[in-house]
């Protein structure tokens, strides 16, 4: 079995060398590396590139952690040393998880946020450069390590909310809840469950952008489910509260955002996030959305990121039947069949488009008499000739192909002129993980195709007689 050492072990010999022998840092830590694994130690688990102190020899990071701590306990948060201090840790942090697990197991995290707090009871006297360089570091330390959130953190950032400091700290405070929720579900209940949406609200009224894209991004993160610890989550239900109190306004913001393709995208992914039940389907539509959507592709029908945002929505808003029924309407129809040829040749464009045109299709007659009267046959064809190697778009294709004929028989006939009984026969030698789908779309379709009886039930040697 290996023998490892400590960090604190590693470190000390690095400084020995540094002071004892006059070494520099770099000569200091080649030494050092060397001396253990001469003695069959594996240093897997050590931090090799510390920045360390010429003079002394220690760890920059240790040394900060340790002055800081000492400003904190003496509430001296008006030190001119102060934001150079928490500068430098920032700094530290956002060299790699290692060095934020360190700092966090040194005590940065609550040595930081009890300087914001001393500086929030201060701020009268406090320069705002102390409270800019003490969040900043704050957000580098827990940075892709959720766990070292706790209630002390989030009320701490509600009272900053409360106290109206500017867009500056409330990007800060956004992103550090972002950095909170990231693969953590028991964090992202906690701050449903102190009412995080009355600080967020009023945030959608701003007119600094940045702001408000923050203020979507983190309404999507309270609404993953993405931590394997967890067995269930809570997302839909944190779906549901979150649509109820903002679904409607972050839709009437579409027309007056429609000039910003930033803030617009993140509108719209929003909006397709939460759209997670019939009723708000019908509420998104009552809003004027599927309007506003259309507006959005014909006024930016050159930008990617928008044009996948809207088709996103689409899918999301045709989970309501009789909404279903009424969006393509008016000459959508049409817009998307444009849309999707521009940017046809872009393969995660294809993957969205093919796959809202098998959603809007689906058990819709109708919704699939429009599109092919716009040249939806052709379009779908000619997406997948140019995606021969990816298996998404093959598949969704096929999808979408199986719902416009299934219910439309007479399409099939264009559908073959166009030659997708070859594409979908070659992508089932390429792709044999989705051949049900691909078999799926040239039975629809009419075609020539070996379809396998995946079950026959169990059958009894002994024959069993009444």
């Known amino acids: 079995m290996a023998k490892i050492i400590s960090q604190e072990t590693f470190d000390e010999v690095v400084k020995e ?72 840790l920032a700094f530290e942090c956002k060299v790699s998880v290692p060095h934020r697990v360190m700092a966090a197991k040194l005590g940065a995290n609550e040595t930081v946020s009890h300087i914001i707090h001393l500086a929030l009871e201060k701020r009268e006297v406090i320069d705002s450069t102390v409270m800019q360089s003490a969040l900043t570091a704050w957000n580098e330390i827990i940075n892709k390590q959720p766990d070292i959130f706790n209630d002390k953190s989030l009320f701490l950032i509600i009272d900053i909310f409360s106290k109206n400091l500017g867009d500056a700290f409330t990007l ?31 945030l959608l009224k701003t007119e600094n952008p940045e702001v408000l894209k923050e203020t979507c991004s983190l309404l999507r993160y309270l609404i993953l489910d993405d931590d394997v610890r967890i067995e269930f989550s809570k997302a839909h239900e944190h779906a549901k509260t979150i649509a109820a109190e903002v679904l409607v306004e972050l839709t009437k913001l579409l027309p007056i955002k429609m000039k910003d393709t930033n803030v617009l995208s993140e509108l719209l992914l929003t909006i397709a996030a939460l759209t997670v039940r019939h009723e708000f389907c019908v509420q998104v539509e009552e809003a004027g959305g599927v309007k506003f959507i259309r507006d959005c592709m ?11 945002e809207t088709l996103k929505v689409l899918r999301a808003l045709v989970g309501n039947d009789a909404v279903k029924n009424n969006i393509l309407k008016d000459g959508l129809a049409k817009i998307i069949d444009e849309i999707i040829n521009i940017h046809k040749a872009n393969e995660l464009f294809a993957r969205a488009a093919l796959h809202c045109l098998s959603t809007v299709t689906l058990r819709s007659k109708e919704n699939s008499q429009l599109l092919f009267e716009a040249g939806a046959a052709e379009t779908i064809v000619e997406t997948m000739r140019l995606h021969p190697t990816s298996k998404l778009v093959q598949r969704n294709g096929a999808w979408a192909i199986r719902n416009m004929v299934s219910r439309s028989r007479e399409q099939c006939p264009t559908f073959l002129s166009h030659g997708v009984e070859d594409i979908l026969k070659q992508a089932m030698d390429t792709y044999p993980d989705v051949q049900y789908d691909l078999k799926a779309a040239l039975r629809d379709l009419g075609c020539d195709v070996k379809l396998n009886e995946e079950w026959t039930g169990i059958k009894n040697k002994i024959h069993i007689e009444n």
């Open 17 to 88: 060398n540094v002071v004892e022998f006059s070494m520099n840092v770099q000569e200091a830590k080649d030494e050092t590396v060397k001396q253990f694994e001469a003695q069959g130690i594996n240093l897997a688990n050590i931090i090799k590139n510390l920045t360390i102190n010429e003079e002394t020899g220690n760890p920059v990071l240790n040394e900060t952690i340790e002055q800081l701590k000492t400003i904190s306990a003496g509430g001296d948060v008006c030190s001119s040393n102060l934001p150079k201090l928490l500068d430098t």
């Open 172 to 202: 800060l405070c956004l992103q550090h809840l972002k950095n909170a929720t990231l693969l953590h579900e028991i964090n992202r209940q906690n701050i449903m469950n102190v009412g995080i949406l009355t600080c967020l609200k009023p």
């Open 298 to 308: 014909k006024e930016h029908s050159n930008s990617i990121r928008v044009s996948k």
